[in-house]
């Protein structure tokens, strides 16, 4: 008997069903192995697929809307999963099958499906009783959209220009010394002056 | 945050505010203003979906949208600093309208436990 989870956020509704892995002793209501998903979205064609497309799918909705958060351009791109945007409301996935003569399937949905999908996806990600591996996909990331992910605040680019202009200023304020001691020329004035 | 005032005071650190107190805002201050939109968010979850789902549908609910926007310019016009390029951005009418989807969609996707980390990467890159 498989054991089924669903997670639902509004019009969206995620369900996975699978087995516990009782090898690592896994409580019986626990899901590891996972054979069969289906997402759902409220008047969209049934999402399904096996245990490997979960991941990636996943990762091209969280990456997706990270450059679409975060005003990069809204592209993402898979051998699994296409997503772009229409306009700022309206986003296009594109869903390609493994098997050859299977035509891709393209659903249109707006921000608030999108955010529903997510939150689901969240759910699943915070529930203790699945456990999903990671996949490969997620290094294959496009250059571009890794780019816009892996950007650190570098702490050198905060301390190296003050730390620049202090030691260029010491260092011309050091020649600038040499060529006029004003100690010196006091000394001098009042020599002259004694004389 | 020890009590509502701290929250109300808090608020006068906005630099785009017409009372604006040039006082940088404290990291723990940032955190716990973050945990609170979070908190919000998460309860009015159902209502940022209606707007959102309103622009998509403008000829269903199209009069939310309206309403929120200008609720929304109402506000900043009675509280912001009118004479700022950065103010005058958030209600320039095709501008706006990017910048509310936007801020609406980061809200309503944080509102998972993970949702205060999430906002937080969102506002550092932003």
């Keep these: ?195 | 945050m020890p009590n509502k005032v701290t929250i109300w005071k808090l608020r006068n650190k906005n630099p785009l505010r017409k009372s604006y107190m040039n006082n940088n805002i404290k990291l723990e201050e940032f955190d716990a203003l973050i945990k609170i939109t979070v908190e919000m968010s998460r309860y009015l979850y159902p209502y940022t979906k209606k707007i959102l789902q309103s622009k998509e549908e403008p000829e269903k609910d199209g009069f939310i949208w309206s309403d929120f926007n200008m609720r929304f310019v109402e506000l900043v016009n009675e509280r912001f600093n009118m004479n700022s390029i950065r103010v005058k951005k958030l209600i320039n009418q095709p501008e706006n309208d990017e910048i509310l989807i936007k801020s609406l969609l980061a809200l309503s996707l944080c509102i998972s436990n993970q949702g205060y980390q999430k906002l937080r990467n969102f506002l550092l890159n932003f």
């Design chain 1, 1 to 195: 008997m498989q054991n089924r989870l669903l997670f639902h956020q509004s019009s969206v509704s995620l369900e996975i069903i699978g087995l516990p892995d009782y090898s690592n002793n896994e409580n019986k209501d626990q899901i590891s192995i996972i054979s069969q998903w289906k997402l759902t979205i409220i008047d969209k064609p049934l999402i399904e697929g096996k245990i490997e497309h979960l991941r990636p799918i996943m990762d091209a909705f969280y990456n997706y809307s990270n450059l679409l958060i975060n005003n990069e351009i809204p592209i993402f791109q898979s051998k699994l999963i296409d997503i772009k945007a229409d306009n700022i409301y309206i986003h296009n996935i594109t869903l390609k099958s493994s098997k050859p003569d299977v035509k891709p399937l393209i659903i249109k949905i707006g921000n608030s499906l999108l955010s529903d999908t997510i939150n689901c996806f969240d759910q699943l990600n915070e529930s203790p009783k699945v456990r999903i591996k990671e996949s490969v996909l997620t290094n294959i990331i496009p250059k571009k959209v890794k780019f816009g992910l892996s950007k650190k605040v570098k702490l050198s680019n905060f301390f190296l220009p003050p730390l620049l202009a202090i030691s260029s200023l010491i260092l011309f304020s050091y020649t600038f010394i040499n060529f006029y001691n004003p100690v010196e020329d006091k000394e001098k004035n009042v020599i002259i002056n004694t004389k």
